[in-house]
T-cell receptor
Framework: RKEVEQDPGPFNVPEGATVAFNCTYSNSASQSFFWYRQDCRKEPKLLMSVYSSGNEDGRFTAQLNRASQYISLLIRDSKLSDSATYLCVVNMAPSGGSYIPTFGRGTSLIVHP | DAGVIQSPRHEVTEMGQEVTLRCKPISGHDYLFWYRQTMMRGLELLIYFNNNVPIDDSGMPEDRFSAKMPNASFSTLKIQPSEPRDSAVYFC????????????FGQGTRLTVV
């Protein structure tokens, strides 16, 4: 079983739609959680951190459920410019060592006019 | 700060040749990560350093791969000899501390081995 799992998609939605991505992780001792965005042929960049109480940044809302080992990202009022791959990232410590960023395979989002 | 700097941006080489990828992390960051990204496997961690010391290289695919970090501002990933299946985008990333901090990525090196 992969340590961080995501539905690869693609999610194909019209402008203005609301779309949600989910991510599950295997290591219950994981400490930090992030969503990154990766545009085609570019490097991953931080979109937002995910806090235990849930957090919002404009049209983006992230939530964490530690009991279910589950993270979500909600995008409201989708824009064409939101088209990208969204990577779920979990800082986990394999075998009690250092916490390292472990990436999911990413979920592809295509927003069309 | 200029961010994480990688070179070269693109590399095309023939099978059997040695390839060296370079990375300059963000100043003050004590963790450096090398990742490889392919369509089939996504982003895979190859090796990471803490304070210039290699901590975990279990992701390095085979002995043909080696990485060094001679000082806090420079790291290399070397493939010798290279093979077509090594073709991928190689990213270097750095972070400060570990648990709660984000990793910053360089622009990557797109390697093609023919």
């Amino acid at each position: 079983r992969k340590e961080v799992e995501q539905d690869p998609g693609p999610f194909n939605v019209p402008e203005g739609a609301t779309v949600a991505f989910n991510c599950t992780y295997s290591n219950s001792a994981s400490q930090s959680f992030f969503w990154y965005r990766q545009d085609c042929r570019k490097e991953p960049k931080l979109l937002m951190s995910v806090y235990s109480s849930g957090n919002e940044d404009g049209r983006f809302t992230a939530q964490l459920n530690r009991a279910s080992q589950y993270i979500s990202l909600l995008i409201r009022d989708s824009k064409l410019s939101d088209s990208a791959t969204y990577l779920c990232v979990v800082n986990m410590a394999p075998s009690g060592g250092s916490y390292i960023p472990t990436f999911g395979r990413g979920t592809s989002l295509i927003v069309h006019p | 700060d200029a961010g994480v700097i990688q070179s070269p941006r693109h590399e095309v080489t023939e099978m059997g040749q040695e390839v060296t990828l370079r990375c300059k992390p963000i100043s003050g960051h004590d963790y450096l990560f090398w990742y490889r990204q392919t369509m089939m496997r996504g982003l895979e961690l190859l090796i990471y350093f803490n304070n210039n010391v290699p901590i975990d290289d279990s992701g390095m695919p085979e002995d043909r791969f080696s990485a060094k970090m001679p000082n806090a501002s420079f790291s290399t990933l070397k493939i010798q000899p290279s093979e077509p299946r090594d073709s991928a985008v190689y990213f270097c990333a750095s972070s400060r501390g570990q648990m709660g901090t984000e990793a910053f990525f360089g622009q990557g090196t797109r390697l093609t081995v023919v």
